[in-house]
């Protein structure tokens, strides 16, 4: 299939093109869009290993993050303060763990963490942090916020929909990866042998995002790749038309 090979050359050329992207380490608009980035070339990376290697069941739960990544990163782009969003989330989950830790320390997962000498001190500056941000109008999102910040509400409200329901084994997603129906009767499968055509919505959506992606980080770091770029960009209309 001529797009997911395409997809493949995408993934390498956007790490060779991301190794001379410089940033200001103390600025964390910079650092969040870097690591987000990143996280969606790895991610990719990852959905090409998933389907070369016949594991393909993962496919759909990789994509879910991907899309969560680049919804973060669109919103990141297009207005600076979506980072203190991301910010008061940040603080909104520490709360949970580190109150969790305190007042159940029996958490075994937590235990480490339980023991930490100054951990109502943690407690009060996440809070504190918080509370700034709120002041000051900022808080954390839901995801359909977030999609919606980013003009996505189209993609929540279908292939999101569909995407969450393989995260968390929904029914119609048990019924689709693991039932082979015939006439009067089915089988219960597992590593379903599905051709590679039905994971084409995965690996379409995954080069559009991906490109766009590296224009905005490399129009924003100004690396002179934007050309390259906007020839790979051509390079998927054609193979789509």
């Keep these: ?9 995408l993934h390498k050329e956007c790490i060779r093109l991301s190794e ?37 069941r993962g496919v759909p739960v990789i994509f879910r993050s991907f899309l969560d990544a680049y919804v973060d990163l669109k919103n990141l782009y297009e207005k600076a303060e979506y980072g203190y969003n991301m910010d008061a989330s940040n603080h909104e989950q520490w709360i949970k763990v580190l109150k969790e830790a305190k007042y159940k320390p029996s958490n075994q997962y937590l235990k480490d ?20 941000l709120k002041k000051r109008g900022y808080s954390s999102l839901n995801i359909f916020q977030r999609f919606e910040r980013a003009g996505m509400k189209d993609e929540y409200r279908s292939l999101y929909n569909s995407l969450s329901n393989d995260a968390h084994s929904n029914i119609r997603a048990l ?20 051709p590679l055509k039905e994971f084409l919505v995965y690996i379409d959506s995954a080069v559009g ?27 998927v209309n054609e193979i789509r038309n």
């Excluded at 992207?21 to 990719?44: A, M, N, Q």
């Design 1 to 9: 299939m001529e797009i997911f090979d395409f997809l493949k050359y």
């Design 20 to 56: 001379p992207i410089s940033f200001d380490k103390k600025h964390p608009r910079h650092l969040y869009l870097v690591c987000l980035y990143g996280t969606l070339i790895e991610l990719v990376g990852s959905l090409i290993m998933l389907i070369e290697g016949k594991h393909k």
């Design 113 to 132: 963490i339980s023991k930490i000498n100054n951990l109502d001190e943690q407690i009060q500056e996440h809070e504190k942090e918080l509370a700034n």
């Design 175 to 194: 019924i689709d990866h693991h039932l082979e129906i015939h006439e009067n009767d089915f089988n219960v499968v597992y590593y379903k042998d599905e």
């Design 209 to 235: 995002p991906l490109i766009n992606a590296s224009l905005k980080i490399h129009s924003y770091f100004k690396t002179g790749s934007i050309a390259e770029i906007e020839k790979m960009a051509k390079r």
